[in-house]
């Protein structure tokens, strides 16, 4: 079963614009990862944001987690082509459980 | 430092057949997780060794089996096999604890 659930589905936008992807969970986690995967091929760790942290910056990615809303939201700064992916929340609950993936966010970016 | 590797890439099968898929670890790491994906959906957890034991396991029938090797590496088993089993088979691997995990391209089956 599905842990989380991204929010749009699919998003298009114009090369240089910002995008947003949002993800909701159902219980309690001990971290929120969210991870890349270019069309068929296996996935890229993005950023580990942990239970106790708010917000985590790396390179042009944001992401913020709300732990009161069981939310967490990726935000792409200035889109590039290659951004061109799909994008999946995934979560843990505590020690060494295994991650629980999204359906992901398919993301366009058109140049 | 070598990645995750897995083989095949592409394999066709046919129901009520039998697939073995193979899985090297990131050097370093113990800890191996396989992963579903159907077309258009997120990975759904099979089941991840550590040490070679199985310590975690998603809602999979038992037709679904693993292997972990000392040398980390592993195997995923599929028995009889249906047309719903095509999908993207992912392993992934990480240090042991909660933390990132590093995947494999992935061994793309499709079952006729």
């Known amino acids: 079963s599905q842990q989380g659930e991204e929010d749009p589905q699919a998003l298009s936008i114009q090369e240089g614009e910002n995008a947003t992807m949002n993800c909701s969970y159902k219980?309690?986690?001990?971290?929120l990862q969210w991870y890349r995967q270019n069309s068929g091929r296996g996935l890229v760790h993005l950023i580990l944001?942990?239970?106790?942290?708010r917000e985590k910056h790396s390179g042009r990615l944001r992401v913020t987690l709300d732990t009161s809303k069981k939310s967490s939201s990726l935000l792409i700064t200035a889109s590039r082509a290659a951004d061109t992916a799909s994008y999946f929340c995934a979560t843990t609950h505590s020690g060494n459980t295994p991650l629980v993936f999204g359906k992901g966010t398919r993301l366009s970016v058109i140049a | 430092e070598t990645g995750v590797t897995q083989s095949p890439t592409h394999l066709i099968k046919t129901r009520g057949q039998q697939v073995t898929l193979r899985c090297s670890s990131q050097s370093g790491h113990n800890t191996v997780s396989w992963y579903q994906q159907a077309l258009g959906q997120g990975p759904q957890f099979i089941f991840q060794y550590y040490r070679e034991e199985e310590n975690g396991r998603g809602n999979f029938p038992p037709r679904f089996s693993g292997l972990q090797f000392p040398n980390y590496s592993s195997e995923l088993n599929v028995n009889a096999l249906e047309l719903d089993d095509s999908a993207l088979y992912l392993c992934?691997?990480?240090?042991?604890?909660?933390?990132?995990?590093?995947f494999g391209e992935g061994s793309r089956l499709t079952v006729l």
């Open positions: 219980t309690s986690i001990n971290n």
């Open positions: 944001i942990r239970s106790n942290e």
């Open positions: 992934a691997s990480s240090p042991g604890e909660a933390g990132e995990l590093f």
